[in-house]
């Protein structure tokens, strides 16, 4: 039988000891789980950044593996520590949107549970570091056979941010520029379930920032010249505009967090 498989994407870089003093907490609870790092290299304090990065490689890893995601610039604050179950695994992190964009990406939703019982924290809880001392023994205990309901009461609904949101508008799809990749690939919160109706199209327009681009709407990058820009549906199914071996938010002078308009006719 396979070794249950914990993954961790954080902010934390690899210079200070905290990743691992983390998985420190994880092997000392659950010695026989394999532990991933999809990466600690998500720019600080930017939940969006780690949205897009846990939506993106969670559904590659087995059934039932734990993501553990501590992007956490409310730490400490009012903000509740969660675990959310779904049918092809488990979410655990703050409720501030760094699990949002993996909740809408993965089919079957079942549960999501507020992490509150101590006993499956560590004995000490440092105010500024639930990662280590909450995060870590939660996804340890799981890992454990710890049923979900035992570490909290049920709630209905988490939080999801506006970069998560797409708003329908009278012959428009608004969202945001949610990434820019090291390709200067610029990646939209428009997801392939929310527009599958361009699928069929040559071309799409859209507006990014304040600049109105005609794009076409290409299967590859291939499919255009060299430094000329394109649209297409990228590997982790979201909406991307590119340049053929070219940077185009340093063209557009795009970056995360800028608004994205799809006109869908």
């Known amino acids: ?41 998500v720019e600080k304090f930017n939940v969006r950044t780690g949205a897009y990065v846990l939506a993106s490689a969670a559904p590659y890893f087995p059934k039932g593996t734990i993501h553990v995601a501590v992007v956490d610039p409310g730490v400490g604050t009012e903000r509740q520590p969660i675990l959310m179950q779904t049918v092809n695994g488990y979410f655990i992190g703050p409720a501030n949107g760094v699990l949002a964009l993996a909740s809408r990406n993965t089919a079957g939703r079942k549960h999501v549970h507020k992490i509150v019982n101590k006993r499956l924290m560590m004995s000490k809880v440092s105010n500024i570091f639930h990662g280590r001392d909450i995060f870590a023994p939660a996804a340890a205990h799981l890992a454990n ?72 709407f290409c299967k590859t990058y291939g499919e255009v010249e060299r ?30 967090g800028d608004k994205a308009t799809l006109f869908c006719c």
Not at 12 to 37: C, H, Q, R, T, W
Not at 147 to 172: D, H, L, Y
Not at 228 to 235: E, F, M, N, R
């Open 145 to 216: 056979g710890v049923p979900p309901e035992e570490f909290g009461p049920e709630i209905s609904e988490i939080v999801m941010p506006e970069f998560a949101k797409i708003i329908r508008r009278k012959g428009m799809l608004v969202g945001e520029v949610i990434h820019v990749d090291d390709f200067g690939n610029i990646i939209t919160s428009f997801g392939k379930k929310e527009i599958g109706f361009i699928e069929s199209k040559r071309t799409i327009d859209l507006k990014l920032k304040n600049t109105r681009l005609r794009l076409k």
């Open 227 to 256: 430094r000329k820009p394109l649209a297409l549906i990228g590997s982790h199914n979201f909406l991307e505009i590119s340049i053929n071996q070219g940077n185009a938010a340093g063209v557009f002078k795009v970056k995360s």
């Open 1 to 41: 039988m396979r070794c249950p498989i914990i993954t961790l994407t954080t902010d934390f870089g690899l210079k200070d000891p905290y990743v691992a003093e983390m998985k420190a907490v994880i092997l000392s609870l659950s010695p026989n789980v394999e532990v991933v790092d999809i990466t600690h290299e």
